[in-house]
């Protein structure tokens, strides 16, 4: 598990919620570290980590960041970008 894109470990792991939010964790860590330590994102980068935090919001958990990369979102120049 891990080397799996965030839904297909999701969807293997559902069965067991413990495994569940280690998965989900681990990722919402790499995403963190992603928005705070690289300022050098793509706009591909970005709409890729923000989908993810709202796939796991819409699995139901808390998402207590991100929302700034989602408006900085909206106000780029490029329709894909202001889309997601």
């Known amino acids: 598990m891990g080397s799996q894109p965030l839904t297909a470990d999701i969807e293997v792991l559902g069965k067991s919620k413990e495994a569940e939010m280690k998965r989900i964790n681990k990722e919402l860590a790499n995403i963190r570290s992603k928005f705070k330590g690289d300022k050098t994102l793509d ?3 970005k709409k ?3 989908c993810k935090l709202l796939f796991i919001f819409l699995l139901g958990h ?3 960041f991100g929302h700034m990369e989602a408006v ?3 106000s780029s120049n490029k329709y894909s ?3 997601i």
């Open 72 to 74: 900085n979102l909206l």
């Open 62 to 64: 808390d998402i207590d």
């Open 43 to 45: 706009g591909y980068q």
């Open 48 to 50: 890729k980590y923000v």
């Open 81 to 83: 970008e202001k889309q």
